[in-house]
Nanobody
């Protein structure tokens, strides 16, 4: 079993920054890919960014490229999402995800989810 706990969400003005953290515990050695998904009110959950165990490969949703950066600290079993130049359309609940075998880009391949942290970007 793997447990994921997100932190770092909050209210920020457009153009501002936030850093999300996801702390993993349990059988963390079994995780290959970790990522972030988000779900806005009335919309489906969507992929945002992911990173493989080595940190060598990262993947991003097109609309966040150049603004968001994903990183991981394997010694701390923690994944981060640095979000800069935030826009109102980034408002959503952000979920941390763990994929035991894949790159954590595909919603249907995620094995574990965190409970989410709310990010609200005001005009």
């Amino acid at each position: 079993q793997v447990q994921l706990v997100e932190s770092g969400g909050g209210l920020v003005q457009a153009g501002g920054s936030l850093r999300l953290s996801c702390a993993a515990s349990g059988r963390t050695f079994s995780i290959y890919g970790m990522g972030w998904f988000r779900q806005a009110p009335g919309k489906a959950r969507e992929f945002v960014a992911s990173i493989v165990r080595s940190g060598r490969n990262t993947y991003y949703k097109d609309s966040v490229k150049g603004r968001f950066t994903i990183s991981r600290d394997n010694a701390k079993n923690t994944v981060y999402l640095q979000m800069n130049s935030l826009k109102p359309e980034d408002t959503a609940v952000y979920y941390c995800a763990a994929d035991l075998q894949g790159t954590a880009q595909n919603l249907n391949s995620i094995d574990y989810w965190g409970k989410g942290t709310l990010v609200t970007v005001s005009e």
